[in-house]
């Protein structure tokens, strides 16, 4: 079978991304893109900003495609971790621009270094721990999570019975809790 004639994997696109194929980009999007602004839309709860997080976000994965390393994250949800985080900048950006203060009053410093350093440290044990479990644990958690979608969602998308879907995240997210605890991880 030719390679032309074969639907690629995500992987591939995001390879073929990385060469500036336009055309890759164009079926990453027609892949993702409805999941990426149901993400994107369930954080900002604004259909504008979910379409400005998206395009941003698929700017991002253009310019930095050759970054990606599928040993450590599928596709889907190495793409829809943009999205995620271009959706809470904006949430945070919408935020600071609602409650800047008057001219004139003191203005509040941003978070101090340990703090920074704290949430990253949370962050690197929780994505150490997801990667820790089993595949068919940490994809729907990931899914769940990164786009958003409910257990009868997750069953459609990885056609699986929706019983496997919960009993795999059941198990996964307990499995997740103790590897979190083994690590010295507390909740804020």
């Not at 495609?65 to 271009?86: C, D, I, M, N, Q």
């Not at 919408?94 to 990253?120: C, F, H, L, N």
């Not at 990885?158 to 009993?167: A, D, E, F, V, Y």
Request: no cysteine; charged share 30%.
């Amino acid at each position: 079978m030719s390679r032309k004639a074969r639907r690629r994997t995500d992987e591939e696109l995001v390879e073929a991304v990385a060469g500036a194929d336009e055309d890759a980009l164009g079926e990453l999007y027609d892949r993702f893109g409805k999941v990426a602004y149901g993400l994107a839309y369930k954080i900002l709860q604004d259909a504008s900003l979910a379409e400005d997080a998206v395009q941003e976000a698929f700017l991002q994965i253009w310019r930095g495609a050759g970054s990606y390393r599928p040993e450590r994250a599928k596709a889907s949800t190495w793409l829809l971790t943009f999205v995620h985080r271009r959706a809470v900048d904006l949430v945070r950006r919408e935020q600071k621009r609602r409650t800047s203060p008057i001219v004139g009053e003191p203005q509040s410093s941003d978070p101090g270094a340990d703090e920074t350093a704290i949430t990253r440290s949370r962050r690197e044990i929780v994505q150490d721990a997801l990667r820790r479990l089993p595949a068919e644990q940490r994809e729907p958690i990931e899914l769940a999570y990164y786009a958003g979608l409910t257990q009868t969602e997750l069953a459609e998308r990885l056609n699986q019975p929706l019983g496997t879907i919960k009993s795999r995240m059941f198990s996964g997210l307990q499995r997740l809790r103790a590897l979190l605890a083994e690590a010295g991880y507390e909740s804020a």
